[in-house]
DNA sequence: ACCTGTTTAGAGGTCAGACCACAAGTATAC
DNA sequence: GTATACTTGTGGTCTGACCTCTAAACAGGT
């Protein structure tokens, strides 16, 4: 029988700080950026040990929900959210993770995401990947400028698709790809064809062509993947032959 | 300004431990299913407080990469992958995630998910998917039954695409939306049409019909959503731009 | 031999209180 | 006025004792 069951791994103690502060948060007693109080003080009032306090803290920082900053407090997050941005690093090696599936799940929301902007995005969203764009056509000789709005445009696009939780969602994939990202830049020749590719997206999202923003999009993802060498092993497709030198960056 | 911060929220001692446990993943020393030694011993080990070392398995803990039971021992995951499942309850009233919002992001992952489903699903799956349809045209007239091969039906797509990553996050989406859909299936009137749109999904999975399948799911699922009166605000049939909006940058 | 209730050993959970380390403001020395 | 030192508040760590839960070993009765 399939269970959906809720696996709440905590003990009663733990639990019982995880709920109070769900509620807290729930009711908009607390809200992002605020400070818990010191915990000495809500262990008291909870009735339970500091010691089992930290414990249910370190659950809620431990899933992002919490800040702790030694010597200064506890904060509620306040960041742009994190979906298990830390536990992928783990599920690589327990489950099998590949490279390429990381990639494949990026083309899919990202080319999603794309449809979605050219819908929904503003003219200060259109403003915003405009600047970016041209900030990399600035960077073509600079392959680590060039990364950070190349990272930041695609974010953009994620704001501008007005679904918040596909954008986190992206940005756990993403930056559990930054470090070989960084390594391919680094080594790009051509970094024009990327830039390229990313003013037609923002020319195709700016136009509201949905379906161009999404083929564009997989377009240029696919090309990345190939960059990076990151493809699906046994995808035999080289009916269209791989450039040698594929536009880096992404 | 784009910073791509790792973000490691974690202390001296706890790093130690989530690192010593990483290495021992990583070079397969530990296996999921695998039993973690006693605390006491493991503290000992590391030259640490046993209270110290408590805090970094309860920081894996909540990542979901091991599971604690109490009298029992501290193991190594085993079960199907969770990316911060637990912390998207805390997201909604933090970040403001609405459940058209997470609706949406279902759509997108699952059609992409059916599409790559036709592509690559092996016989076994197409087993196992006319099994569930079977079974649930045998409990139309009983919906908790029915909603149990329904959710199986969705996660043996998942396993089809081949890609476990985007089944995680899947699962993450879906399993917040459990509830919900309970109380929807209960009231349903007519779970026939409903599951001939899961028989038809699967012909397509079958077929290897690849735009069908994406297709098909898609507009079984915006059906489903309309349902559960889970659309975005101004997006009937009017078709007018929602006003709704969040501020940009972050 | 086979159940069944009890004991026991091992594991995680909690507690208390002391002390350490860090950050920020405040007072003091120059 | 600036720089250093002190004080305070907060999280981080340690110690070691005790509690609770589980499962396996054991003992008795059938």
């Given at each position: 029988?399939?269970?959906?069951?809720?696996?709440?791994?905590?003990?009663?103690?733990?639990?019982?700080?995880?709920?109070?502060?769900?509620?807290?948060?729930?009711?908009?007693?607390?809200?992002?950026?605020?400070?818990?109080?010191?915990?000495?003080?809500?262990?008291?009032?909870?009735?339970?040990?500091?010691?089992?306090?930290?414990?249910g803290i370190g659950y809620l920082a431990a899933m992002g929900v919490m800040?702790?900053?030694?010597?200064?407090?506890?904060?509620?997050?306040?960041?742009?959210?994190?979906?298990?941005?830390?536990?992928?690093?783990?599920?690589?090696?327990?489950?099998?993770?590949?490279?390429?599936?990381?990639?494949?799940?990026?083309?899919?929301?990202?080319?999603?995401?794309?449809?979605?902007?050219?819908?929904?995005?503003?003219?200060?969203?259109?403003?915003?990947?405009?600047?970016?764009?041209?900030?990399?056509?600035?960077?073509?000789?600079?392959?680590?400028?060039?990364?950070?709005?190349?990272?930041?445009?695609?974010?953009?696009?994620?704001?501008?698709?007005g679904n918040p939780i596909l954008a986190a969602i992206m940005e756990t994939?993403?930056?559990?790809?930054?470090?070989?990202?960084?390594?391919?830049?680094?080594?790009?020749?051509?970094?024009?064809?990327?830039?390229?590719?990313?003013?037609?997206?923002?020319?195709?999202?700016?136009?509201?062509?949905?379906?161009?923003?999404?083929?564009?999009?997989?377009?240029?993802?696919?090309?990345?993947?190939?960059?990076?060498?990151?493809e699906r092993p046994g995808d035999k497709r080289s009916a269209a032959p791989?450039?040698?030198?594929?536009?880096?960056?992404?």
């Amino acid at each position: 029988m399939p269970r959906v069951r809720q696996d709440v791994p905590e003990s009663h103690r733990t639990m019982q700080v995880v709920n109070h502060v769900r509620s807290l948060i729930e009711n908009g007693t607390l809200q992002p950026g605020d400070k818990l109080p010191p915990e000495r003080e809500l262990a008291r009032d909870l009735k339970i040990s500091r010691a089992s306090l930290r414990t249910g803290i370190g659950y809620l920082a431990a899933m992002g929900v919490m800040k702790i900053r030694h010597g200064v407090g506890t904060f509620v997050a306040d960041g742009p959210p994190d979906l298990g941005k830390a536990s992928l690093s783990f599920m690589g090696p327990l489950h099998g993770f590949q490279s390429w599936q990381m990639f494949e799940a990026r083309i899919l929301l990202e080319s999603g995401l794309a449809a979605l902007a050219a819908e929904r995005g503003k003219d200060e969203h259109h403003a915003a990947l405009a600047e970016e764009v041209a900030e990399m056509f600035a960077a073509i000789e600079n392959p680590p400028e060039y990364l950070i709005h190349d990272v930041m445009f695609h974010r953009i696009i994620a704001q501008a698709s007005g679904n918040p939780i596909l954008a986190a969602i992206m940005e756990t994939v993403t930056s559990s790809m930054y470090d070989k990202r960084r390594k391919t830049v680094e080594r790009a020749i051509d970094l024009r064809e990327s830039a390229e590719m990313h003013r037609e997206i923002y020319r195709s999202i700016r136009g509201r062509k949905t379906a161009d923003a999404r083929r564009l999009m997989e377009q240029h993802l696919r090309m990345a993947q190939i960059a990076q060498g990151m493809e699906r092993p046994g995808d035999k497709r080289s009916a269209a032959p791989a450039p040698r030198e594929a536009p880096l960056g992404d």
